[in-house]
């Protein structure tokens, strides 16, 4: 597993907890040589966790838009790739990432994930999804998950294919503990 995409808010949390699982995350995936793939922002989480990388000296790739770009919010340090819009900045970012975790956020990462989720259950791709379940964060999320198979609204079959691929932790450690067996696996599979 070499490089990560991370979704996360472009806001800086109240929950101090997030804010240092964000840089804790940039900082290990950094000492492992996983490059970080991200939204390419220099503020709230995004900006954390490429700090993060950065102090390890990471690799860092920000995948943009214009509207973004244009606000100078990048780092000379980072590869920075622009594309057109949203579809096309979520699309890179994928294509470049042997995985996917998600950090708190808001409609956007949720967007994301959702987006990762699916596509592992459509079987599209075969990448591990990493959630940082820090504070709890997600908790919600997993419960509506739960309603959702339990009125029938989605199957088991895609649930258990997204199953195989999610890794939720509460700490950063054992998510990229977590990740790298998923990927180990899957790579095995794949053979």
């Known amino acids: 597993m070499k490089s990560i995409a991370v979704y996360c ?7 101090e907890e997030f804010q240092c699982m964000a840089t804790e995350l940039g900082a290990a995936m950094a000492v492992k040589g996983i490059t970080l793939v991200f939204g390419g922002y220099n503020q709230g989480l995004m900006g954390l966790v490429a700090d993060g990388a950065e102090s390890g000296r990471g690799r860092i790739i920000g995948v943009t838009i214009p509207k973004f770009a244009d606000r100078g919010n990048t780092k000379s340090t980072w590869e920075v790739i622009t594309v057109p819009d949203l579809p096309e900045r979520r699309k890179k970012m994928m294509e470049l990432a042997d995985a996917y975790v998600a950090l708190p956020g808001g409609f956007g990462t949720l967007d994301e994930l959702t987006e990762v989720l699916v596509e592992g ?10 959630v940082l379940n820090c504070g709890n964060y997600y908790d919600m999320f997993f419960a509506w998950r739960e309603r959702a198979l339990a009125e029938g609204l989605d199957d088991r079959l895609r649930a258990d294919r997204v ?23 899957v790579q095995a599979e794949a053979t």
């Open 9 to 15: 808010g472009s806001q800086l949390p109240k929950t």
């Open 121 to 130: 259950a459509l079987q599209m791709h075969n990448k591990p999804i990493g």
């Open 163 to 185: 199953d195989r691929l999610l890794v939720v932790k509460d700490n950063v450690s054992d998510l990229l503990e977590g990740l790298q067996q998923t990927w180990e696996k």
